[in-house]
């Protein structure tokens, strides 16, 4: 394993239905992110673990969105009832205790 | 809270041109400094990084100091390569919550 990987690369669905993602950080790293991107901007701070602690979440993420990593290993991401606002690059990252994130390839979701 | 400002884009150079890519930070803490670079297409790529005042990091060429007096993690390169052409993010891990990215430059070098 020599990276953080991410499933699916990409996913359409329908508006209103639901889809869950799945991050696989690099062995050993304690802390995950996942960050959402939309064309011409900055990763989106969405939400953090430290092992299996969710220690972080952003005040613009509505109940719609819930993150998971049991065990302090992979995480999963679920948005519920899709809107197309949704509609981004979803990033994961893993971060080593120096500090630092190394990203996975994303996935992309289109809401139509 | 903490924050980054990255200078804005798009950032257009000739092929062995110099470059700089301004970056500044808030922070309360002593946080380490990140330069990613993401090229089209791609996932974003850790480029170099700084965990304490005066530390340079550097990687393919590029080069940033972490500056505490004037807050700054500014990017430069000798000579540009059209393979440069990216969008660039300045970022802070503070180690206590999450990190936080600039909005990206995006630079465009000209044969």
């Known amino acids: 394993d020599t990276g953080v990987s991410q499933n699916p690369r990409h996913k359409i669905t329908k508006r209103g239905q639901n889809v869950t993602f799945r991050c696989d950080p690099i062995s050993e790293h304690n802390r995950l992110y996942w960050y959402r991107q939309t064309l011409g901007q900055g990763p989106e701070f969405l939400t953090y673990f430290q092992n299996e602690a969710q220690l972080e979440k952003s005040r613009l993420l509505s109940d719609r969105f819930s993150a998971e990593r049991p065990k302090g290993s992979f995480s999963t991401l679920e948005i519920q009832r899709t809107e197309q606002g949704d509609s981004a690059m979803y990033l994961c990252?893993?971060?080593?205790?120096?500090?630092?994130?190394?990203f996975g390839q994303g996935t992309r979701l289109t809401v139509v | 809270g903490d924050s980054v400002t990255q200078m804005e884009g798009p950032v257009t150079l000739s092929e062995e041109a110099f470059l700089t890519i301004n970056c500044t930070y808030t922070?309360?803490?002593?946080?380490?400094l990140f330069w990613y670079v993401q090229y089209p297409g791609e996932g974003l790529q850790l480029l170099l990084k700084a965990t304490k005042a005066d530390d340079k990091g550097s990687n393919k060429g590029f080069e940033a100091t972490y500056r505490k007096e004037t807050t700054s993690f500014h990017l430069e390169k000798g000579s540009v390569q059209v393979s440069d052409s990216a969008v660039y993010f300045c970022?802070?891990?503070?180690?206590?919550?999450?990190?936080?990215f600039g909005s990206g430059t995006r630079l465009s070098i000209r044969p």
């Open positions: 922070a309360t803490g002593y946080p380490s």
């Open positions: 970022a802070l891990d503070s180690s206590a919550s999450k990190i936080i």
């Open positions: 990252a893993s971060s080593p205790p120096d500090g630092g994130a190394f």
